[in-house]
């Protein structure tokens, strides 16, 4: 059976701005629909790997941990997971609330061509990183994370920058 939802970008934008979406999460749409990119959303019980979904157009694939039962990296099928992720070429991973991080991701997403948006709760925001590094060690990432925690083994990590909000 084939639970995929497939809208264009403009006729989700249309349908959240209708039901009064988040303005991050509007400011991503439109930007990846700006850019001739498109967003496959990963639910937590996907047993399907990728596999080419994401060659052709930029594609910024979502893996969503900040629901009401965040569950990190262990909640998830690691089969799907290192499918995404040793496919990109970018990932961001944001325990966060910060709106202006959602307008960066599609140009990041337009320019290395494959990405990964892992959102997750403050809590388990090392583990999400450690996990993506090890199976994306040539990605570059973006860790977006709240001023009061500290990852100073990540300080001098190449390809690591940070965001504090």
Not at 148 to 155: A, I, N, S, T, V
Request: hydrophobic fraction near 40%; glycine fraction near 8%.
């Amino acid at each position: 059976m084939n639970n995929h939802i497939k809208l264009s970008i403009s006729e989700t934008v249309k349908a959240m701005e209708a039901d009064g979406a988040m303005d991050h999460q509007l400011s991503l749409l439109k930007g990846l629909r700006d850019v001739g990119g498109r967003l496959l959303c990963v639910p937590r019980l996907c047993t399907v790997r990728l596999g080419d979904a994401t060659s052709g157009t930029p594609t910024l694939v979502q893996i969503g941990d900040d629901d009401d039962t965040p569950t990190g990296v262990a909640g998830w099928n690691k089969d799907v997971l290192v499918s995404i992720l040793s496919r990109a070429n970018f990932i961001a991973v944001h325990a966060c609330a910060a709106d202006d991080f959602y307008t960066f991701l599609p140009f990041m997403t337009f320019m290395a061509s494959k990405g990964a948006l892992i959102e997750c709760t403050p809590e388990y925001f090392k583990e999400w990183v450690e996990f993506a590094q090890l199976h994306a060690p040539n990605a570059q990432f973006l860790g977006c994370y709240p001023r009061d925690l500290e990852f100073p083994q990540f300080e001098c990590g190449l390809g690591f920058e940070h965001v504090r909000t």
